[in-house]
């Protein structure tokens, strides 16, 4: 079974801190994502990548940044963590032949920033 | 632009039809996607429409009318565990989804 993961379910951080998000898949998927979710707001793109070392900004990237190392693994970054991050947050992937197969996504991060 | 609208959320009766709509304005759409996504989890993949017209598949169908930037997703025989979120979501040419705001569905005994 074709999986997205993410490292962590729940997480609770401190103002300030620098927090990582850490996403894998497992399918040798070209494309992937970082979005947050909010309710009444849907899903908003952060950053996503189309190939290794390869990042691209999204609709809302200030105050995150992302890393691509390796071609499975997606990284988001909260430099300087803040009470307005506080959300869900949702990595997917998606095969580089285009889109048209959809997003895979992982189980979600839900974060509270204090 | 690219704009999503869904309804916020719908309530419906075991056993009976739904119908979610998804309207959108934009200058074209490669594809349109339907997505579930129960509270907690992950949103999952249920349907997607690249042509006009209906797209069935069990008790779920999409239907696409480009011409009318109008979508909608058909549940038939509701089940309680289909009490969820629905999410639309259009992909514009050489670009990443956009996705609607979601509809929450709440399926009552």
């Known amino acids: 079974d074709v999986k997205v993961t993410q490292s962590s379910r729940y997480l609770v951080k401190r103002t300030g801190e620098k927090v990582f998000l850490e996403c894998v898949q497992d399918?040798?998927?070209?494309?992937m994502f970082w979005y947050r979710q909010d309710p009444g707001l849907g899903l908003r793109l952060i950053y996503f990548?189309?190939?290794?070392?390869?990042?691209e900004k999204g609709d809302i990237p200030e105050g995150y940044s992302v890393s691509r190392e390796k071609k499975e693994r997606f990284s988001l970054i909260l430099e300087s963590a803040s009470t307005n991050q506080t959300s869900m947050y949702l990595c997917?992937?998606?095969?580089?032949?285009?889109?048209?197969?959809?997003?895979?996504f992982g189980s979600g991060t839900r974060l509270t920033v204090v | 632009g690219q704009n999503i609208d869904q309804p916020t959320e719908m309530t419906a009766t075991e056993g009976a039809i739904v119908q979610i709509n998804c309207t959108y304005q934009?200058?074209?759409?490669?594809?349109l996607f339907w997505y579930q996504q129960h509270a907690g989890e992950a949103p999952t993949f249920l349907s997607y429409?690249?042509?006009?017209g209906l797209e069935e598949k069990g008790r779920f169908s999409s239907f696409l009318s480009r011409s009318k930037g109008y979508s909608y997703l058909l549940l038939k025989e509701l089940q309680m565990k289909d009490s969820a979120s629905y999410l639309c979501?259009?992909?514009?040419?050489?670009?990443?989804?956009?996705f609607g705001p979601g509809t929450r569905l709440s399926v009552l005994p």
């Open positions: 429409n690249v042509l006009d």
């Open positions: 399918m040798d998927h070209e494309n």
């Open positions: 997917a992937s998606s095969s580089g032949g285009g889109h048209s197969y959809g997003y895979t």
């Open positions: 934009t200058s074209g759409f490669n594809g």
């Open positions: 990548s189309y190939d290794v070392k390869m990042k």
């Open positions: 979501a259009g992909l514009p040419y050489g670009q990443n989804f956009v």
